[in-house]
């Protein structure tokens, strides 16, 4: 069969149309941008405003009105006061009072009963207060019987005192003149070497003991008797008290015997001396 050729130029022609729909659309938006390109802005006139004229006023106090004219004082006229009126007074008549009789009660006195009970309290409130008031007599009788006690235990320790340093000082002028040899105190003699070095040579043995006998712990006191020549050489030390423990007292012993005295000068004569050397040792 054959075709007509009006079938196969449909699809072209379309073509056409749509093509020059484009073109047309776009020459139009062409236009419009040259258009809208030139187009002129449009000018805004400044709007003028005409200043603001000030103008300045004086404000004038106001016056005072004037003060109104003084009023006229008129005397004052005293009131004309009416006369009383007399009026007779006619007499009351008096009457007679009445006598009325009154019947006379007779009174008996009561008879009061008076209870015990406040006496009996009163009684014993006195009873109280004079044991309390015997009781503080007695208290501060014991109080000054004790403080006399005191008084006179103390004034016997000072003559006991008193009396045992009269006794030491009489034995060490006899023993002085006897013996030749002075006994002092340890406060009237000075270390050779002095007391830091006497105090460090005993706390070296000390710790030297302590070392060696470990087991023995506490504090030991003793007192030790130095007898020393005129040129102040220990020539001898024994233990006038000891501590309770021979070991201890043999380690003093030892040290101090190493130790010198400065000589003891009287009246320009080196003199020999006992001295009594009390110590203290601790050991932890």
Do not use: C
Not at 132 to 142: D, I, N
């Amino acid at each position: 069969m054959s075709q007509s050729p009006a079938t196969f130029n449909t699809p072209h022609s379309m073509k056409k149309k749509i093509i020059t729909a484009l073109v047309a659309v776009v020459i139009g938006h062409v236009g419009v941008l040259w258009a809208v390109s030139h187009m002129k802005p449009i000018e805004l006139k400044p709007i003028e405003k005409e200043p603001l004229k000030v103008k300045f006023v004086k404000i004038k106090p106001e016056e005072a009105p004037p003060p109104p004219p003084p009023a006229k004082i008129e005397p004052i006229k005293p009131k004309v006061e009416p006369k009383p009126i007399e009026k007779k007074v006619e007499p009351t008549p008096v009457e007679k009072p009445k006598v009325i009789s009154q019947k006379v009660q007779k009174i008996e006195p009561k008879v009061v009963q008076q209870d015990d009970t406040q006496e009996k309290l009163k009684k014993q409130q006195d009873l109280e207060k004079q044991r309390l008031e015997q009781l503080q007599r007695e208290q501060a009788l014991k109080d000054q019987q004790a403080r006399e006690q005191a008084l006179r235990e103390q004034q016997a320790r000072e003559q006991a005192l008193r009396d045992q340093q009269a006794r030491e000082q009489a034995q060490k002028n006899q023993e002085a003149q006897s013996t030749g040899v002075e006994k002092v105190s340890a406060g009237e003699v000075e270390w050779a070497m002095g007391q830091k070095w006497v105090d460090k040579q005993v706390q070296g043995a000390s710790n030297e003991f302590a070392n060696k006998y470990s087991k023995i712990k506490g504090e030991f006191t003793l007192t030790l008797k130095l007898s020393v020549n005129e040129k102040g050489k220990i020539t001898s030390v024994t233990v006038e008290k000891s501590s309770g423990n021979p070991k201890v007292d043999q380690k003093m012993v030892q040290v101090i015997s190493r130790q010198r005295f400065k000589p003891r000068m009287v009246n320009g004569v080196a003199k020999s001396f006992t001295v009594p050397l009390p110590l203290a040792i601790g050991f932890k």
